[in-house]
């Protein structure tokens, strides 16, 4: 039986690659996408430097999956929820998808890498300071310190592997797409078969998400993105509010997702870029995220912000 999710033991997963089964075909669209999903990897959002080349090798994969938790390991704080026993679960196989090995989420540009612009790199580096030294308000923390959400790419959009609980629950109905994720309070909700996104002013912590289907795949048009969520920690990603994300999500098989989206955000990148992870089945149910409940680290972040600044008065 899995630990609930705060937390965060590992799971046990299903994480052989795909086979080319028949996918399932459900009632609330030409695909059924339901069922409970991980999208765990050790495949990182941009091409390593150590490999040359969009795929690895089996042998290439296999070396980099051990050194990577070895290294992730090595560098974890060895404090009390600080190690990958205690708190994270970072890991899993690299990407499979068609046969081949990815070395990267990104997968255009064909390097494997962001292209931000100066004014993006800038607003990303802000995003990133802040979260070590924005303490003078509560609003200046991020959503998952202020249990709105996971804190993480995991529980937003794209939905992006966590160093702890990428594990969902799709629930597929007539005219919309719930996804429950274990890294968050609330459930994501996208409408499908509906035209016009929520007025400017409206701008869920997730986004508003717009689905169609082509063909099997249902496609997801998400904007309205609120500035609270920019920053997709631990992932090196920015999304401005600006920012318009297209995912596709494509039933490969009864234990596996094909998940692409396409990034067009002028505001942070020189061009947009696409993405491609794999969904595979969880043979674990998912938790609930209990946050609020014991949530002392925002009024401790505040209090000792506060008593360090009466030090420096003095």
């Known amino acids: 039986m899995r630990a609930p ?21 459900g009632k609330a669209g030409p695909a059924d996408l339901s069922g409970d ?7 990182p959002i941009e091409r390593p430097a150590a490999f040359k080349g969009p795929t690895a090798t089996p042998a290439e994969a296999a070396a980099f999956e051990t050194s990577s938790v070895r290294d992730f390991d090595a560098a974890a704080i060895d404090t009390i929820g600080g190690r990958q026993s205690e708190w994270f679960e970072y890991g ?9 090995i990815r070395t990267s989420i990104v997968v255009e540009p064909a390097d494997g890498r962001l292209l931000y612009s100066a004014a993006g790199a800038a607003r990303l580096e802000a995003a990133m300071q802040t979260r070590v030294s924005g303490f ?12 709105l959400m996971g804190g993480s790419g995991a529980s937003s959009v794209p939905m992006l592997p966590h160093w702890d609980n990428s594990h969902y629950q799709f629930v597929q109905t007539p005219g919309y797409l719930v996804i429950r994720v274990e890294n968050g309070a609330a459930p994501r909700i996208i409408r499908t078969g509906v035209r016009g996104h929520l007025p400017a002013s409206m701008r ?20 309205n993105f609120n500035p609270a969520d920019a920053y997709k ?7 401005s509010p600006e920012a318009r994300i297209v995912e596709r999500f494509t039933r490969l098989s009864p234990t596996a997702i094909r998940y692409a989206f396409t990034v067009e955000d002028p505001a ?14 969880d043979k674990g149910k998912i938790y609930e995220f209990a946050c609020h409940e014991g949530n002392y680290s925002l009024p401790g972040i505040m209090a000792g912000a506060r008593h360090e600044e009466q030090l420096a008065a003095k």
């Open 5 to 25: 999710a705060w937390i965060c033991l590992a799971a046990t997963l299903t994480l052989a690659a795909p086979t080319l089964a028949r996918a399932p075909h």
């Open 37 to 43: 999903w991980t999208n765990y990897t050790v495949t």
């Open 92 to 100: 899993g196989p690299m990407i499979r998808l068609d046969g081949r």
């Open 136 to 147: 003078d308000n509560p609003e200046d923390r991020t959503s998952g310190e202020r249990c």
């Open 204 to 223: 869920p912590l997730m986004g508003d998400s717009l689905g169609h289907w082509e063909g099997k795949t249902l496609v997801v048009e998400t904007t």
């Open 233 to 239: 920690s631990p992932q090196r990603v920015y999304i």
């Open 268 to 281: 942070v990148f020189a061009r947009p870029w696409t993405g491609e992870l794999l969904f595979t089945a």
